[in-house]
C-alpha cells in the first residue's frame, strides 16, 4: 500500500514495512529472511529454530560458524515444513 504498510492476501492480515540494514554478503539465515517473510507463523518457526540451535551451541559470529549454523537452519526448516505439512503457516 502507499502507507507504508504491506498487505498478504493470503493471511488478511497487515504488516508495517520496516527498514532494517543487513550485511549483503550473504542472503541466507533467519535475518535476511525476515526481511522477506511476512507470515508471523512461519517468522516464528524460523526464530524458535535460530535460537534452538543457539541453545545447542550454534553460533554465526564467525564464518565457518555461521555457514554451519545456516546449513543446519535450512535442514531443520525443512524437516519441520516436511513433518507439519499445511500446517508449517
Given at each position: ?37 511476512y507470515n508471523p507463523e512461519i517468522r516464528l ?8 540451535l543457539h541453545l545447542v551451541g550454534y553460533d ?30
Amino acid at each position: 500500500t502507499t502507507d507504508g504498510t504491506q498487505d498478504d492476501d493470503d493471511d488478511g492480515y497487515e504488516y508495517e514495512y520496516i527498514e532494517v540494514e543487513v550485511d549483503e554478503y550473504d542472503d541466507r539465515g533467519v535475518a535476511p529472511a525476515m526481511l522477506k517473510v511476512y507470515n508471523p507463523e512461519i517468522r516464528l518457526h524460523m526464530l524458535i529454530v535460530h535460537g534452538m540451535l543457539h541453545l545447542v551451541g550454534y553460533d554465526h559470529i564467525e564464518d565457518d560458524d555461521y555457514e554451519l549454523m545456516v546449513v543446519r537452519e535450512d535442514e531443520v526448516m525443512a524437516e519441520l515444513k516436511k513433518r507439519l505439512g499445511d500446517d508449517f503457516g
